[in-house]
């Protein structure tokens, strides 16, 4: 289940294995919005390569353990 709120996503988990979509760590990197940003202070810019590498690497995931 994710924490700190699913985003308006249903079924969002923190990380979901081969569905960034419904991952919260990644959906929270990849937005400006103060109340959900990752991290919430100190950036004003989306690391496009570092969402890029974390999507990919979700996308891969086979499953958790």
């Known amino acids: ?7 308006g ?6 990380l979901a294995p081969g569905d960034p ?3 919260t ?3 929270r990197m990849n937005t400006l919005d103060p109340a ?5 202070i100190g950036t ?3 690391d496009t390569a570092g969402v890029a590498l974390v ?3 979700i ?3 086979k499953g958790c353990q």
Request: hydrophobic residues 50%; charged residues 20%.
């Open 1 to 7: 289940k994710a924490q700190n709120g699913d985003l």
């Open 9 to 14: 996503v249903a079924g969002a988990k923190v």
């Open 21 to 23: 979509g419904r991952s």
């Open 25 to 27: 760590l990644l959906l």
């Open 36 to 40: 959900a940003r990752m991290p919430s």
């Open 44 to 46: 004003r810019a989306i």
């Open 55 to 57: 999507r990919a690497w």
């Open 59 to 61: 996308a891969g995931l």
